[in-house]
């Protein structure tokens, strides 16, 4: 190999030089509440499990929940179904070969998450209100 082959080779753009935008931004939420889907899941599975089997478990489960961090868990938890399901549409309207140009791929990446923020906040104010708290 002669010397200087690889300084004629093109170099990967990295992360210094590209720009963060919020289509990646979106992409990368997607799998962060892909991912905080399958924790939340779990959590309401061992509730499920326990409503039928535990009392002692059940009452520890139904404490957290109901304590300031479970609160921010649900509400987390909320949010991630929202934007996963508003990004999911997004992706399900790029499989019809729609909405690849760039300021409509910005556009309906901002549209995704203010969706998901506007949907978990009802969401959550309507479990609320069904549990007396106002």
Same mark, same amino acid.
């Given at each position: ?13 990295? @992360?210094?030089? +590209?720009r963060?935008?919020?289509? !990646?931004? #979106?992409? &990368?939420?997607?799998r962060?509440? /892909?991912? %905080? ?6 959590? @309401?599975?061992? +509730?499920?499990?326990?409503?039928? !089997?535990? #009392?002692? &478990?059940?009452?520890?489960?139904? /404490?957290? %929940? ?35 140009a ?18 978990a ?7 609320m ?6």
């Amino acid at each position: 190999m002669a010397q200087g082959a690889l300084s004629d080779k093109p170099l990967s753009p990295h @992360l210094q030089i +590209w720009r963060f935008t919020v289509t !990646m931004a #979106a992409s &990368i939420t997607h799998r962060g509440t /892909g991912v %905080v889907l399958y924790g939340g899941t779990a959590l @309401l599975a061992g +509730w499920l499990l326990a409503i039928g !089997m535990n #009392a002692p &478990i059940y009452s520890a489960i139904a /404490g957290f %929940v109901n304590s300031p961090i479970g609160f921010i868990v649900i509400a987390g938890y909320i949010w991630s179904l929202c934007f996963h399901l508003f990004n999911g549409l997004r992706h399900l309207y790029w499989d019809a070969g729609r909405g690849f140009a760039v300021g409509m791929a910005k556009m309906t990446a901002w549209l995704v998450y203010l969706a998901a923020t506007i949907l978990a906040i009802i969401i959550i104010w309507a479990g609320m209100i069904s549990k007396g708290v106002s």
